[in-house]
């Protein structure tokens, strides 16, 4: 069954059609005799044959009332079929009484009509119950408050402030064509306002289907709020967008409507259900014990089908896992020592030592540089900086900073300088005699000069 819950309409709702016309009258705020009903009001008639018709959209529906000595019998009928009958005749007051009900009707559209057979009868408020969502679903409601920033405001709109509204809040207009909307997911919608003689009708549309509301009927007398405008629960879960409109005043109405909340039912399945749900579908589901003992009839390949693994094979597949996990840590390491080694630099070889023998000369041929290596030239041009710059409506609604960079320097760049050998002495001027021990000394010769680079 889908999800079900209650919805209360108050005697001054639209949503309660009133008939004959002037058989119904309802008690004004000076009226005592109100104070102990819900919502502080009540309908009473004392014409025989008055009735009060519900349409609504559910599976049951409960009729409350007073008790008084002055009053008579009633009916209630469902889509044209008296379900019950009833008196309301007592010896003192009695109020918030159930006068009549109708239940386990099918979820769909139904009319109720409560008819007053006797002397007179009062009707304090009605009990819808509703269903909405899939088999199995629960229902959740979410209330939008007039101040809510979700619903968005088109034309002009005015807001009260007083303790008669839910949360203190209440936005109105009497500019023709001003609307509100809503944009929601949700199974169901509510709309909730205030009824006065001085108001217009409400336009109502959902997904472009409208409706017009009768906010100002002549049974209401004063100005009722936290009222239920509209309900409508036959909707899809899908996104929808609720618009709200003052139509403009019309002949008999007032030129005011008002929006003080708006409530949206959403149906959803919880999570055991849909596994309920999965397992039921092909029938019920197998015994525990179908396969002890020999199921008479069932043959063996139609077994139950085995529901999970043992202790055992769990405990085995999770030490498998582990150790292939460790074996892959393992791995990882290993690729990792063996790319670091690979790339590791070599080791700078060592740089010529003082004094080392050039290829091309003998033993006795070595040199020492005789000034040390010249620093690499410096380049003083480039420079940085940084520059800086541094109503009409009724009484109840009561330095800039830059940066650049300059190459301003024009100092040329001195030529990187060339670097020679230095020139090896001869023979005479190291004082070094050559001696061969077949011919003798000889006079030696002065050798040419080694110039081992040429400008």
Known sequence: MASSFNLTIEDSSP????????????????????????????????????????????????????????????????????????????????????????????NGQHTAVLTSTGVGMDLDFVNLSTQVGATGSTTTSTVFDDASSAITYAGTWDTSNTNAYLNNTLHYT????????????????????????????????????????????????????????????????SQHMLIITNPGQQDGTGPFIDLDSITVYSASIPATSVAGSAV???????????????????PASQSRPHSGLSTGAMIGIVIGVLFIIGLLLALVAFLVMRRKKRWQPLEESPRTPVGAELPLQGPNMRFTPVSPQQPMPT???????????????????????????????????????TLTMPRVPSRAQQGVMMIDANRGPERPNRPPTLNLLTN
Request: charged share 10%; no cysteine.
């Open 15 to 106: 949503l309660i059609l009133y008939g004959p016309s002037g058989a119904w009258q309802d008690a004004t705020a000076q009226d005592t005799a109100g104070l102990p009903y819900s919502g502080n009001s009540l309908h009473g008639t004392t014409a025989p044959g008055a009735t009060a018709t519900v349409n609504f959209n559910g599976t049951g529906i409960e009729f409350y009332g007073g008790y008084r000595p002055s009053y008579g019998t009633y009916t209630l009928s469902v889509d044209g079929k008296q379900v019950a009958s009833g008196t309301s005749t007592s010896d003192g007051v009695e109020t918030k009484r159930l006068l009549a009900a109708a239940s386990g009707l099918p």
């Open 174 to 237: 009497n500019a023709p064509g001003s609307a509100a909307s809503l944009s929601f997911s949700g199974s169901a919608v509510a709309v909730y306002g205030t009824v006065s003689p001085d108001h217009a009708n409400v336009q109502v549309s959902i997904d472009g289907q409208m409706t017009m509301v009768n906010a100002q009927s002549s049974s209401i007398a004063e100005l009722h709020p936290q009222t239920l405008l509209y309900y409508a629960n036959d909707l899809d879960a």
């Open 280 to 298: 039921g579908e092909g029938g019920p589901a197998p015994s525990a014990f179908s396969n002890q003992g020999g199921t008479t009839g069932a």
């Open 379 to 417: 380049f003083s041009g480039l420079v940085s900086r940084r520059m800086s710059a541094h109503s009409i409506a009724p009484s109840y609604y009561g330095a800039d900073t830059a940066s650049r960079s300059s190459f301003g320097s024009t100092t040329p760049v001195p030529p990187v300088p």
